[in-house]
């Protein structure tokens, strides 16, 4: 009856722990985190050239209640065309199937961000976005790529999304982007990072 109590107790205990850790590990699989960012387009604080773009739309403003004045002061300049890419590649699979396109920008600020579009990966627990200095990514399990940098956590297994990159980052060490799974040390996807 001891053995028996015993071994009841001992199963007990790792169903406790196990049930938990496998939820953890396995419930990402049957769910999706849809994300849809916008890219971001202006700086936060108002800048020299948006207060001469306010300047230019307020004599527009005047020029259209006065029609025959003739306007000498330039329109403003389109966010968009501010806007430069800087790299961009295509996500191919590796442990898992995925799409979807990696593109960085610097805006019109000067910052730089890493953007996902029509991107769609399995879900998994835990998983990272990552840069890393290779070129193509080799889809070796447990075994962490040298001199990678962690952008955070990945915002959602399917849609566009943003990552801001560090100011100091400088992009010429990296050459691809990961999808990381953390706990299993596993690259879901990769895309290269080429230069325009």
């Known amino acids: 009856m001891g053995n028996r109590r015993r071994n009841v107790i001992l199963v007990g205990l790792g169903l406790s722990v196990a049930l938990p850790v496998g939820w953890y590990l396995l419930s990402p699989l049957f ?30 403003e005047e020029a259209m209640e006065e029609p025959d004045k003739l306007m000498e002061e330039p329109m403003p300049a389109d966010e968009m065309a501010d806007m430069r890419i800087l790299a961009q590649g295509e996500f191919y699979n590796l442990a898992h199937e995925g799409q979807g396109r990696a593109t960085i920008y610097e805006l019109a600020d000067g910052s730089r961000v890493l953007r996902f579009e029509n991107f769609q990966v399995i879900n998994g627990p835990d998983l990272h976005v990552w840069l890393v ?7 070796m399990v447990g075994k962490e790529i040298p001199g990678y940098v962690d952008l955070g956590t990945l915002k959602g297994n399917i849609g566009d999304q943003n990552y801001d990159l560090p100011a100091d980052l400088d992009l010429n060490d990296f050459k691809s982007v990961v999808i990381w799974c ?15």
């Open 31 to 60: 769910f999706d985190r849809v994300v849809q960012e916008d890219l971001p387009l202006a700086p936060a604080q108002p800048t020299a050239e948006m207060e001469e773009a306010a300047e230019a739309t307020a004599a527009m």
């Open 133 to 139: 200095p290779v070129d193509p990514v080799s889809d």
């Open 182 to 196: 953390q706990p299993f040390r596993v690259p879901f996807n990769a895309a290269p990072l080429i230069a325009p």
